[in-house]
C-alpha cells in the first residue's frame, strides 16, 4: 500500500510547470523565426561555438606577441629624476 500526501503532488506540479517553461537555444531560434526549423538551429549554434572559439584563440595568442615590446633596447629607460 503507497501513501501519497498532497504536498508531493504539488511539487511534482510545480517542477512539471517550471521545466515546460525553458525554451532550449534551438527552440528560442526557432520561435523568434530565426531559422526554420531546429536541425538549422542545431547548426546555427555549432556556428555560433565554432566563431566564440575561434575569436578566443586568436586573442589568447595575439596578445602574446607585443609582452615585450621594448627588451631589445635596454638604454631607452629614462629614470624619472632626469625629466
Given at each position: 500500500?503507497?501513501v501519497k ?6 511539487i ?6 517550471h521545466?515546460?517553461?525553458k525554451?532550449?537555444?534551438q ?10 526549423n531546429?536541425q538549422?538551429?542545431?547548426?546555427v549554434?555549432?556556428g ?12 589568447l595568442?595575439s596578445g602574446?606577441k607585443?609582452?615585450?615590446i621594448n627588451?631589445?633596447?635596454k638604454?631607452?629607460?629614462v ?5
Amino acid at each position: 500500500m503507497e501513501v501519497k500526501f498532497d504536498i508531493d503532488e504539488q511539487i511534482h506540479q510545480s517542477n512539471a510547470l517550471h521545466s515546460s517553461k525553458k525554451l532550449s537555444y534551438q527552440e528560442m531560434l526557432v520561435k523568434y523565426r530565426i531559422v526554420k526549423n531546429e536541425q538549422q538551429a542545431i547548426y546555427v549554434l555549432i556556428g555560433v561555438i565554432v566563431i566564440a572559439i575561434s575569436a578566443s584563440l586568436v586573442l589568447l595568442f595575439s596578445g602574446s606577441k607585443y609582452k615585450n615590446i621594448n627588451t631589445h633596447n635596454k638604454n631607452s629607460f629614462v629614470p624619472a629624476e632626469t625629466l
